[in-house]
């Protein structure tokens, strides 16, 4: 039995009229860029997540950059990160002039720990820019009283987190400002690049600007910007597929569920907070036998991934800016992540299941 890690044509077979009438509808109306579909794209993703308002980018690495800008971040001041993500966070902070802080991730969570949190807080400090790693939340009502307190940006890379909730409530609506990635891998995935940003009218306002080349109207550019313009069609597609994405939740979150409950006691597996409404993205267990178990897997036809193998502040491109994370310097180095996605058999998942079994009997 072959498994591969993800299977994205399932998406397109699930939503196939309404693909391809959103494709069909955007060539005809000769529309590609900004205008009507963006308007509606934004209207229904604010609706989505219960935000205020929702400024559409071309990717989730230009939402982040763009909110930081809209958020007036910049040289001089310092970011609060995480050293756990994929390098699009780090990569934002730096292009923006200020500086990445990192902190430390907790050991089960794999979330930014905020018991270290506080500690790296400077006058300089300015937000916080925290991931949901693997679809999982941190403690968002402590970190909101954590910035309050501080006069922090709230800001969340809520890449792998479209579909989860806090408390009840949606992701995109609780921080200052989220940032969300519809990368076709993800859960809710485009056919190409495409994101958003979710926040007050006021913020999204500039986060339009900026990614509009720093333009206000036609010809009045006001500051320099980016071209960061969703694509119309991607943001077509992403709209057909939106219907479906509980459907697809709630699948990822029956097979997490029955992995949790075959893993237990077997292997390590993410601790999981119950006020989370957990979005999936990934399906991680963790062992300082990774490689092995990588290769005992993939004997098995079983096709796995790393999320992430490299720690940002590890990277010789962020070495100016390195300061030790052990924990996270240590988890990449064992973590492995399964195939989870929606429309596994029964099989699959008893396939998967046994063969990680096996590994460590």
């Given at each position: 039995m072959i498994i591969p890690f993800t299977n994205l044509h399932q998406q397109y077979v699930d939503c196939k009229q309404e693909i391809d009438q959103a494709v069909a509808n955007t060539i005809a109306s000769s529309s590609f860029i900004t205008g009507p579909d963006v308007t509606a794209f934004e209207k229904v993703m604010a609706e989505y997540?219960?935000?205020?308002?929702?400024?559409?980018?071309?990717?989730?690495?230009?939402?982040?950059?763009?909110?930081?800008?809209?958020?007036?971040?910049?040289?001089?001041?310092?970011v609060l990160t995480t050293p756990h993500t994929f390098v699009a966070t780090t990569e934002a902070i730096v292009v923006v002039g200020a500086t990445p802080?990192?902190?430390?991730?907790?050991?089960?969570?794999?979330?930014?720990?905020?018991?270290?949190?506080?500690?790296?807080?400077?006058?300089?400090?300015?937000?916080?820019?925290?991931?949901?790693i693997y679809?999982?939340?941190?403690?968002?009502?402590?970190?909101?009283?954590?910035?309050?307190?501080?006069n922090l940006v709230m800001i969340e890379d809520a890449a792998?987190?479209?579909g989860t909730q806090w408390q009840g409530q949606q992701i995109g609506s609780i921080a200052d400002i989220t940032c969300f990635s519809f990368n076709p891998v993800k859960n809710l995935g485009a056919m190409g690049d495409a994101g958003c940003v979710t926040g007050s009218h006021d913020m999204m306002q500039r986060v339009r600007m900026y990614r509009d080349h720093?333009?206000?109207?036609?010809?009045?550019?006001?500051?320099?910007?980016?071209?960061?313009?969703?694509?119309?069609m991607q943001s077509n597609i992403v709209m057909a597929k939106l219907p479906k994405l509980v459907h697809w939740i709630n699948r990822k979150r029956a097979i997490c569920s029955?992995?949790?409950?075959?893993?237990?006691g077997v292997v390590k597996t993410i601790k999981y907070d119950p006020r989370v409404g957990q979005g999936h993205y990934v399906y991680v267990v963790q062992t300082?036998?990774?490689?092995?178990?990588?290769?005992?897997?993939?004997?098995?036809?079983?096709?796995?991934?790393?999320?992430?193998?490299?720690?940002t502040h590890q990277q010789p491109a962020f070495k100016s800016w390195y300061t030790p994370c052990p924990v996270a310097e240590r988890t990449v180095n064992e973590i492995l992540s399964l195939p989870n996605w929606y429309s596994m058999t029964s099989q699959e998942n008893i396939h998967v299941a046994d063969s990680v079994k096996e590994f460590f009997k």
């Open positions: 997540v219960g935000a205020e308002d929702c400024a559409s980018t071309g990717s989730g690495t230009t939402a982040l950059i763009c909110a930081l800008r809209a958020a007036g971040i910049g040289p001089g001041d310092e802080v990192f902190v430390d991730i907790d050991a089960d969570t794999h979330l930014i720990d905020l018991d270290i949190l506080e500690s790296k807080i400077t006058p300089q400090s300015r937000a916080v820019l925290f991931v949901d679809g999982q939340c941190p403690d968002l009502s402590r970190l909101r009283d954590i910035c309050t307190q501080h792998h987190s479209l720093g333009r206000i109207g036609r010809y009045n550019i006001v500051e320099v910007g980016y071209n960061a313009r969703i694509d119309n029955w992995y949790n409950e075959q893993f237990s300082p036998q990774r490689d092995q178990l990588k290769e005992f897997l993939a004997g098995r036809g079983i096709q796995t991934n790393i999320h992430y193998a490299v720690t």
